[in-house]
């Protein structure tokens, strides 16, 4: 339900209670708290404006709901009020050696109950499922057999460990919701409200809409600007894609096509920095790193998935003759230059991060700086209804964000304190007999099963804690190992059959669902093992010398180029299977090889040969080796 749909009183309270969400916000950035005042009250006010946004619906009388609903916003003051009255003594006890008081019981369980059906209402019921099985394992574990069983935990230790410490559902998940998800959330409402992401797309026109395929390399240069902010996926096709889908399907792509491309455009966006996703600064927590080197190691893997896409898609658009836009069509988008000013808050952002300001701080400024830059200009003058969205927006999108990834806390404190993690690290490590790629591949799996259904960073913090203990085990470096889990759990969105980026883009296109989520999963493959690469060279993370670094890079953009022609199937002729095969199989071999190896470089070499041969051939008369190489005429 929108903002709008609210009766007058809830809509105003929400409002109201959303302000002191961004000013309490901004008081503990400049004057921080206790861990345990601070997350609590996050998360109260996050759960009040998620059941106001957000009400219940069904056969129920109104009474009897807004009853229900006045008891959740109780129980989550009251919990916040616990935590205000309590923190002095939870901060310094003792755990498994002060006793667990009622108090501390009633008020957890209360706060787990609502988590899940925050939960619920944000994300849906794959996560309470999830959430629940978790939980039956914490009181239930001694039923199972084998490995997987473990003696439980009793009820005071199942609080004790969820809910009074800096871990569990106070824990990383939360602390990151304080500390910076907030922040970029803010930035990303509010440069939305002056006209960003409309300038964006129209800046995305002006450059690619004279080529072939222009359209949709619009969409995918847009939408890779405005998710790099946005920093969600499904946000960020239902923003982005109400204009570029239409457009793209003006220009003779079919629906289903037009959609996919925004739905992996918009997805690719998490991958993309300055901000990336909100599973990125979980990362940047769970690594202990700072959040700008973070995004600096997420470059060129971002480049290179964005450049094998734009890849293929010209050549799909070569190979099906979709046309490039009119330039009347071009010329009807509103003029750049007097709205070029708007691009000062993303740049101010980069900046900031890049010369080592915290990146809270930076968001919060380049916030500010975008409500005033529209005023450099008359014609970009916003006003009170444009504030007013954006003040609405930031703390509501928070919300959304706030409630679910704390549940998730739930997860982490049962995996690590049942100490399941570790055994099902071992259990991988035993299934795959020591094998590196064999554990990949389970691992990619098993995130890609998981993205099903979940948010990116639902995924990605179940499958750092099983999963990325076992990549370590083999060697791998702690970034690479969380990287690849990462841009798996991102991959999901589009991962049949259920792939939540590719069904927005479908309910937006008027599309197949079907048609759709093959469309973009079909264009994810050009990048799809883009994550071997991390594990076997760094250098693609921007870890090493400056030299190795752009050797990787290089190495990256090349390999990723040849599997943009094996799979878009197009070298100025229809390529044959045997031809793709070879050129998607080399491309392989250079990314999985460490940079500068004879496998790595042998890859690139056969790769490229066979291009530049296929392109000699097509301009030959049809011999044998012409009907070999190509299919149709």
Known sequence: MSAGQLNPAARHTAFAIGVAFVAFQCWILYAPQQPLFERPVHLGLAMVLLI????????????????????????????????????????????????????????????VALLLEGARRAVGMILVYVLAVFIAYA????????????????????????????????????????????????????????????????LAIRLAGRATGGTAKAAIIGSSLMGSISGSAVANVVSTGVFTIPLMKRTGIPDHRAAGIEAI????????????????????????????????????????????????????????????????????????LPRLHLIIPPILLVVLLVKGFSASYSAVIASVVSLVVPFLRKGTWIGRAELAEA??????????????????????????????????????????????????TLAMVGCIVMGMGLPTVAAYIIGAVLFVPAIQNLGVEPLAAHFFIFYYCVLSMVTPPVALASFAAAAVGQASTVKTSMSAFGLSLVAFFVPFGFVFDTGILWQGSYGQI?????????ATSLWAVAFGGWCIRPLAMPSRAVIGL????????????????????????????????????????????FSGT
């Open 586 to 629: 080399a491309g392989l071999c250079a990314v999985i090889a460490p940079s500068g190896s004879i496998v790595w470089l042998g890859g690139l070499l056969v790769g490229w040969g066979c291009v530049l041969l296929l392109v000699m051939c097509a301009k030959l008369p049809d011999t044998r080796l012409n009907r070999v190489a």
């Open 391 to 440: 003040f609405r927006d930031a703390p509501k999108q928070a919300a959304e964000v706030a409630v679910p990834i704390a549940a998730i806390g739930l997860v982490i404190a049962v995996a690590v304190q049942s100490n399941l993690a570790l055994k099902f690290a071992g259990s991988l490590m035993s299934l795959s007999e020591g094998s590196i790629y064999a554990s990949l």
């Open 139 to 202: 009181f239930w574990g001694n039923l199972l057999p084998g490995w997987i069983g473990f003696r439980g935990f009793g009820p005071e230790a199942a609080i004790e460990i969820s809910t009074m410490s800096t871990a569990g559902v106070l824990g990383v998940t939360t602390s990151t919701s304080v500390s910076f998800i907030f922040y970029f959330i803010l930035f990303g409402a509010f440069y939305g409200a002056v006209g960003g992401g409309q300038l964006f797309i129209d």
């Open 265 to 336: 455009a918009s997805t690719g966006g998490q991958l993309m920095p300055p901000v990336m996703g909100v599973a990125a600064f979980i990362m940047a927590e769970m690594l202990g790193m700072p959040y700008a080197k973070l995004a600096l190691a997420g470059l060129i893997p971002a480049l290179a998935f964005y450049l094998a896409l734009l890849l293929v898609v010209d050549l799909g658009a070569r190979r099906d003759g979709i046309r490039a836009l009119t330039e009347e069509e071009i010329a009807a988008t509103d003029p750049i």
């Open 52 to 111: 106001l946004y957000k009400p219940l619906g069904g056969p129920l009388p109104v009474w009897a709901r807004t009853m229900i609903e006045l008891i959740l916003i109780a129980a989550s003051i009251g919990v916040s009020a616990y935590y205000l009255i309590e923190y002095p003594r939870l901060t310094t006890r003792m755990e498994n050696v002060d006793p667990v008081l009622l108090q501390d019981i009633v008020a957890g369980t209360a706060l």
């Open 550 to 558: 752009a050797l990787s890079a290089v190495g990256l953009m090349v």
